[in-house]
Nanobody, 120 residues
Framework: QVQLVESGGGLVQPGGSLRLSCTAS????????MGWYRQAPGKQRELVAT???????NYADSVKGRFTISSDNAKNTVVLQMNSLKPEDTAFYYC??????????????WGQGTLVTVSS
């Protein structure tokens, strides 16, 4: 069993910054990718950013240049630094980890979500 613990959401004014963190624990043996998705009210969940085990990253066009994803592989932690936040960034943000357990069974795990609200 794998658990993801997220932290860092909250209320921020437009133009402000927030830092989201997610740590994986439990029976995950190999992590192939860690990422963040978001879902705004009435909309589908969408990819925000992903970081792969080799260090390469992928961002949604809407956040390029404003958000930065990073990871600490030793701590199984992924961080999303969000700068220049806009009201349209308001959403529940979900951490996702893809990898395998010690028997090389595929794992695709989601966090419980953390709310980010950008408003004046």
């Amino acid at each position: 069993q794998v658990q993801l613990v997220e932290s860092g959401g909250g209320l921020v004014q437009p133009g402000g910054s927030l830092r989201l963190s997610c740590t994986a624990s439990g029976s995950i043996f190999i992590i192939n990718a860690m990422g963040w998705y978001r879902q705004a009210p009435g909309k589908q969940r969408e990819l925000v950013a992903t970081i792969f085990s080799g260090g390469s990253t992928n961002y949604a066009d809407s956040v390029k240049g404003r958000f930065t994803i990073s990871s600490d592989n030793a701590k199984n932690t992924v961080v999303l630094q969000m700068n220049s936040l806009k009201p349209e960034d308001t959403a529940f943000y979900y951490c996702n980890v893809a990898g395998s357990d010690s028997r090389y069974r595929y794992l695709d795990v989601w966090g419980q979500g953390t709310l980010v609200t950008v408003s004046s």
